[in-house]
C-alpha cells in the first residue's frame, strides 16, 4: 500500500472523514521479521517500560507520535485562545476542512499540499520524529512530508525583524527561526520566531503573523518517553499567550520511518473527482 496522503483521502472521501484523516493509515497489518525489518517500519514492535533513566541532554534518535500506530497516548489539548479584532477577521476568512469540506475549505495545505508550516507540523499529522545532533545545532525531521528544521544550539539570538521592509531583514520561513538551549539535563527548550503568515497555526485556520513567537519544551521523562508542550505569543492576533497542548512521543526500536507523504498529483486528482462535485457542507458546530 502507498503510504500517501492523497491515497488515504480517495479511501475516507464518502463520510468527510478528512478532518480525521491522520489516523486513517494504519501500519503494516502483519508483523515485520527477517530481513525487510531493516527496511520497514512496524508500528505493532511497541517499546514498553520506561528503558530506564533519560541520557544527559540528548534526545537523538527516532520517536513514534499519537498517529504512528505505536499506541502512544493521545494528544492533551491547549487552551483556546482569545483573539484580537484583527485576529477574529483572519480567523474568518479561513475556512477549515473540518467545517466546510474539501470542497470549500481553503486550507492551501489540503487543496495544494502545500506545506504545513510551524507549529501545525507539531500538531496536525503527528506520526513521528527524529533528532540528529550537529557540533552547532540540533536537527529536528517530521515523518510526515519528510520536512527537516534547524535549531541552533551556538547561543545566536534569533532575529528580531523577520518579514520587515528594511534592509537586510530575513525573509520569513515556513518553519521560521529557531535557537535552542538546555534547561537542566532533559529538557531542550526551542524559541522560534520569523512564521510565514501564509500558513495556519493548526487545522481549525487560526492564523499568525510574521512576528509570533513560538515555545516548545521537549523533555524527555526517561529513555523512552517523549513530551512536547508548547506555547503561542503573537500580540497582534493574540491578547495573550496561550499553550497549544501537549503530545507525547515514545521511542522507536528499530528507527525507521513510513514514507507519509501529502502528494499534489493526487490531491488534485481526488479533489477535481470526488472532493469539488460533492459540494460543500458547513458545519454548524
Not at 78 to 105: D, H
Not at 210 to 236: S, Y
Request: glycine content about 10%; overall charge negative; hydrophobic content about 30%.
Amino acid at each position: 500500500m502507498r503510504n500517501s496522503w492523497g491515497s488515504s483521502i480517495l479511501i475516507l472521501a464518502g463520510a468527510l472523514a478528512l478532518s480525521t484523516l491522520a489516523s486513517a493509515q494504519t501500519p503494516q497489518s502483519q508483523p515485520t521479521t527477517g530481513e525487510n525489518s531493516k527496511w520497514m517500519y512496524n508500528g505493532r514492535n511497541r517499546i514498553t517500560g520506561s528503558g530506564g533513566p533519560a541520557p544527559v541532554r540528548d534526545l537523538t534518535g527516532t520517536w513514534a507520535g499519537p498517529r504512528s500506530g505505536a499506541g502512544v497516548p493521545d494528544s492533551r489539548s491547549g487552551e483556546k485562545p482569545s483573539l484580537t479584532p484583527l485576529g477574529q477577521q483572519l480567523l474568518s476568512e479561513n475556512k477549515s476542512l473540518t467545517n466546510f469540506s474539501p470542497a470549500g475549505t481553503n486550507d492551501p495545505f489540503v487543496r495544494t499540499c502545500d506545506p504545513l508550516g510551524f507549529p501545525r507540523a507539531d500538531l496536525d499529522e503527528i506520526r513521528g520524529i527524529s533528532f540528529s545532533t550537529m557540533s552547532d545545532r540540533i536537527v529536528l525531521m517530521y515523518q510526515f512530508q519528510q520536512v527537516w528544521r534547524e535549531i541552533w544550539m551556538d547561543g545566536r539570538e534569533l532575529p528580531k525583524n523577520a518579514g520587515e521592509a528594511e534592509k537586510g531583514a530575513p525573509d520569513p520561513r515556513y518553519f521560521g527561526y529557531s535557537v535552542g538551549h538546555w534547561e537542566g539535563d532533559h529538557t531542550l527548550v526551542v524559541d522560534t520566531t520569523g512564521l510565514d503568515d501564509r500558513t495556519w497555526i493548526d487545522r481549525d485556520g487560526h492564523p499568525h503573523t510574521a512576528g509570533a513567537h513560538v515555545q516548545e519544551r521537549f523533555t524527555r521523562t526517561d529513555h523512552n518517553n517523549l513530551e512536547l508542550t508548547i506555547t503561542f505569543d503573537d500580540p497582534k492576533i493574540y491578547a495573550k499567550p496561550f499553550s497549544l497542548g501537549t503530545i507525547y512521543f515514545r521511542w522507536i526500536p528499530n528507527q525507521i520511518f513510513d514514507e507519509k507523504l501529502c502528494i499534489p498529483s493526487e490531491t488534485i486528482e481526488y479533489l477535481k473527482s470526488v472532493g469539488d462535485p460533492a459540494g460543500t457542507s458547513v458545519s454548524t458546530k
